[in-house]
């Protein structure tokens, strides 16, 4: 019996040719996204659901889809899907995380070059039968620096637009190492200093805790004055009050603004000022963009429910069935170990060096390289996933090595991860204990034996007395209740290190007492995915 998709949301009909001439049997009922009672109603009958962003797929969706195995979302973006209960229930989730690149590369463009040249403003001027030719003044791009902050796929091809203009372009990106800065032609800087260099700037890099107002009122005030700053990468990544404030002073002298803070943008404080040019999100909205990620996740999901191949999955990796059951466990650990290294990881990433150790060795190591980039990517980068990890790697100019070894150790199996970077080497090991729980055993090859779970708080010290009372009597000041304690340490009066796991986030405001204690090295909380 062929497998069966629904189409919820519009999709080419190209699309949906490709899955019936793959054998799929699909209905494409392209407002059923809209009708949350008639999508339950009729979910439990598909295999599949091809969706864009108009069909909300819920857990309570989820529980109605009982024969669903794979959602395929045409685009990247997937808020519009409730990834850990499809996990729950064994659907995986894809996306096109490509497909709009250059299209959203070519928009952040267009708007440096209207906002450069007034191009709406003077266009309506134009429409309202004025000639102000002397009103449009107007500035070059050509010989003009541009600050790219974000130098990943979509912020490299602006880097190569922005190049074929004559422009000099330096970059930021903690994860653009000095070899692919170069192959790129773009000069590597720190944010301070793309601040008082570019004459543009364009931001492409995803919302995360970090990079929240990336562009703070304190940033905006650093950058040079006269300086004209874009973004259609996601809103939330610049203090739109204070770039309106900057706009009307003058010191900023022009924006381009694709996302916004709160969308629809209906009211916005760069609405209504001279020189801002405003669009309704439109960075991947052309005719090709959409057609492509049409086409790939038709593709995609034709392939996995005809074959079982895997590509572009948020939360699954791409190994088979029978291997599955075995490297659930490492797999996870390997995310983990990521995931510390990669919240502990401030400075551009050189190289990663993955050693398997004993059974694991015998494993799906590529895999398990995956999860392990993944999780070291995902700090910055929360829209990475198991398939892209690599190729943003490699774009990145990041080397890989793999170690498989025979049983070395007192465990059974263990997974030992190394992070490179110009200023250290960071080493941390895990192994799958015979409950299917992951465990550190080791963090710069200091012993430990680790529980893992959701919240916890990382710190280094000098071995001395007073440890343990400070940190166990600092969080209970502060409510924080610890369900497990691991310490280890180089030798006596060495290095020593604490592992937490803690029964909630750590207050921003407990780590800043704990710093102020002067009696640690570093104090980092950490997070992990556990479910």
């Known amino acids: 019996m062929a497998p069966k998709v629904l189409v919820s949301d519009k999709l080419s009909e190209t699309a949906v040719q490709i899955f019936r001439d793959r054998g799929v049997d699909v209905d494409y009922l392209p407002d059923l996204g809209k009708d949350k009672d008639k999508l339950l109603e009729v979910i439990g009958q598909y295999d599949g659901l091809a969706i864009r ?141 793309l601040l008082v260099r570019a004459d543009f700037i364009t931001l492409h890099v995803p919302l995360t805790d970090k990079t929240r107002n990336i562009l703070s009122r304190d940033a905006i005030a650093r950058t040079k004055k006269g300086v004209r700053i874009i973004n259609c990468a996601r809103g939330g990544l610049v203090d739109e009050a204070a770039l309106a404030e900057a706009l009307r002073s003058g010191h900023v002298a022009g924006a381009a603004f694709d996302v916004f803070e709160v969308e629809p943008a209906t009211a916005s404080p760069l609405f209504h000022l001279p020189n801002v040019v405003v669009t309704p999100h439109l960075g991947a909205s052309t005719t090709e963009a959409q057609e492509n990620v049409a086409l790939q996740v038709a593709e995609q999901m034709s392939d996995y429910l005809l074959t079982g191949a895997v590509q572009n999955a948020l939360n699954m990796p791409s190994v088979t069935a029978e291997e599955a059951a075995v490297m659930g466990p490492w797999l996870k650990l390997a995310d983990h170990l990521g995931a510390f290294a990669g919240q502990l990881t401030d400075e551009p990433v050189k190289a990663i060096n993955v050693l398997y150790d004993g059974t694991v060795s015998m494993m799906n190591l590529q895999a398990l390289n995956c999860a392990a980039i993944a999780g070291i990517m995902k700090a910055t980068n929360p829209d990475v996933n198991l398939v892209s990890a690599p190729v943003i790697a490699k774009e990145r100019g990041i080397q890989i090595s793999t170690t498989r070894q025979e049983k070395g150790g007192v465990f059974d199996g263990y997974i030992k991860l190394t992070v490179v970077t110009d200023k250290r080497e960071r080493s941390i090991a895990g192994t799958v204990f015979s409950d299917g729980k992951p465990r550190f055993i080791q963090i710069k090859g200091i012993n430990i034996d680790a529980e893992i779970g959701s919240h916890m708080l990382y710190t280094t010290n000098e071995d001395v007395p007073g440890i343990i009372g400070t940190l166990g009597q600092t969080l209970g000041k502060a409510g924080v209740n610890i369900a497990n304690f691991t310490l280890g340490r180089a030798s006596a009066g060495g290095d020593a290190i604490a592992l937490l796991y803690l029964d909630e986030r750590l207050p921003e405001a407990t780590q800043k007492a704990l710093i102020a204690t002067g009696m640690f090295s570093s104090v980092r909380p950490l997070e992990f995915n556990v479910a």
């Open 53 to 193: 962003s108009a069909t909300k797929v819920s857990d309570k969706v989820l529980a109605a889809a009982t024969n669903l195995k794979v959602i395929g979302r045409a685009g990247i973006g997937v808020d519009n899907v409730d990834i850990p209960a499809a996990s729950k229930r064994g659907v995986i989730v894809m996306n096109t995380p490509f497909g709009n690149s250059v299209t959203t590369a070519e928009h952040a463009i267009a708007m440096m070059f209207a906002v450069a040249r007034q191009l709406p403003e003077a266009s309506v001027s134009t429409h309202d039968g004025k000639w102000e030719k002397n009103r449009f003044m107007g500035v070059e791009l050509f010989n003009k620096t541009l600050g790219v902050i974000g130098a990943g796929n979509i912020g490299s091809i602006v880097c190569d637009r922005a190049l074929g203009l004559h422009m000099k372009v330096v970059a930021y990106d903690p994860f653009l190492s000095e070899e692919r800065a170069r192959s790129m032609g773009v000069t590597k800087v720190e944010l301070d200093e």
